[in-house]
Each structure stands twice: as structure tokens, then as C-alpha cells.
């Protein structure tokens, strides 16, 4: 069963850094593509970004208002995908869902981030 | 930037037939997956590459397409389908996107 779990969301101030963790389990986590989505209050979902496998060349993509503030990246080795958050803005406030990007997508339940001071 | 362009919102009436529409340029290129959200829950995959549907997902929901645009039906619409409809797919950088998202009320 694949099943997906989010950590690492709380309180933090803006401009503030925050980082997610995503612990993978129930497929082959190195082969897969992995996403983060979120979802402000209220808001529909945004996808944040991506980051391939390692054998398709590891590198990553960005929505436009995270580019250059937000860093995603992964450990095979422990199956966990990681997201870095810097320069925290008020609008990032949300629930963060780690997801897979498998022939059938998985999503884990989500994490919130508050930023607020 | 690109978008998918969903109707806001869908009234239909219990055992009747709702048909969801999510358009985009990209879409003949792209599948599409679409997802069920119910307040405070994390969304749900129920169509998947344009007209799958995973196990699990009752027979009532299914997905086609047609040019530049998808379409999500659920037919013999239950209470239990009230919720926030997403449709999703990649431009043509292969980035993905999630459609405006439309709330379906059973009346």
C-alpha cells in the first residue's frame, strides 16, 4: 500500500524558513517523479513543483511565485522527499500535500503552514 | 500562464447526471486526472490518463475527452458527491496545473 506522510509544517514568521519532509513507503520511491501541491484557506489546489528521479536527471521545476525561495529535494536512501521553504511570505500560508507523479498519483494527507507574525 | 477553465459551480438533483467540463489548450497533448475534495479532507484521485478509473471509485464517475476539452460525469449523483472538483493536467512544458476548481451541490 502506497502511503505518503507529510511533517515538518507550523507557525513561522515572514520571511521566516520552514522545512517539509514527505516519508515515502509502499513503492519504489528512487523511480518516481515527486511533487508538492498546495492549497491556501478557502483557495483552490496550486502546484508547487516537482523533482525527478535521479535516472531521469534529478532536476527540478517551480511554479512561478515560489522560484528561487522554495527548494525541493530528495534522499532515496532514506525514501523521503524533502521541500525547503525560505523567505516565508504571508501568502504562503497553507496545506501542503506531498504527491507522486505515478501512472496513478498518490497524495499524502497535507501539513500546514502558517506564516503570520 | 496557462490555465484550465472549469464552471464554478453544478447544481443537480439526487439520481441525475452532472457533467463537469475543464478546458485547456494543452489537453489533446496531456492526460487529465481529476480529484473530489470534501471540506477538510485531502483531495481524492477518481479519474486518472483522461477515462481511468482507480479501484475503489464507485462505477457512477467517468471521464472523456474531446479536443481541448475533458469532462468529468457522475451519473445517478448521490449526496455523497457534493464536494470541490478538481481537473488537472501539464502545459506544454509538461508543468503541471490544476484547473479553477468547481463545487457540485446535490439539491
Given at each position: 500500500e502506497v502511503q505518503l506522510v507529510e511533517s515538518g509544517g507550523g507557525l513561522v514568521k515572514p520571511g521566516g524558513s520552514l522545512r517539509l519532509s514527505c516519508a515515502a513507503s509502499g513503492f519504489t520511491f528512487s523511480n518516481a517523479w515527486m511533487s508538492w501541491v498546495r492549497q491556501a484557506p478557502g483557495k483552490g489546489l496550486e502546484w508547487v513543483g516537482r523533482i525527478k528521479s535521479k535516472t531521469d536527471g534529478g532536476t527540478t521545476d517551480y511554479t512561478a511565485p515560489v522560484k528561487g525561495r522554495f527548494t525541493i529535494s530528495r534522499d532515496d536512501s532514506k525514501d523521503t522527499l524533502y521541500l525547503?521553504?525560505?523567505?516565508l511570505k504571508i501568502e504562503d500560508t497553507a496545506v501542503y500535500y506531498c504527491t507522486t507523479e505515478l501512472s496513478i498519483p498518490y497524495w499524502?494527507?497535507?501539513t500546514l503552514v502558517t506564516v503570520s507574525s | 500562464s496557462y490555465e484550465l477553465t472549469q464552471p464554478p459551480s453544478v447544481s443537480v438533483s439526487p439520481g441525475q447526471t452532472a457533467r463537469i467540463t475543464c478546458s485547456g489548450d494543452a489537453l489533446p497533448q496531456h492526460y487529465a486526472y481529476w480529484y473530489q475534495q470534501k471540506p477538510g479532507q485531502a483531495p481524492v484521485l477518481v479519474i486518472y490518463k483522461d477515462s481511468e478509473r482507480p479501484s475503489g471509485i464507485p462505477e457512477r464517475f467517468s471521464g472523456s475527452s474531446s479536443g481541448t476539452t475533458v469532462t468529468l460525469s457522475i451519473s445517478g449523483v448521490q449526496a455523497e458527491d457534493e464536494?470541490?472538483?478538481?481537473?488537472q493536467s501539464a502545459d506544454s512544458s509538461g508543468i503541471y496545473v490544476f484547473g479553477t476548481g468547481t463545487k457540485v451541490t446535490v439539491l
Open positions: 525547503q521553504m525560505n523567505s499524502g494527507q497535507g | 464536494a470541490d472538483y478538481y481537473c
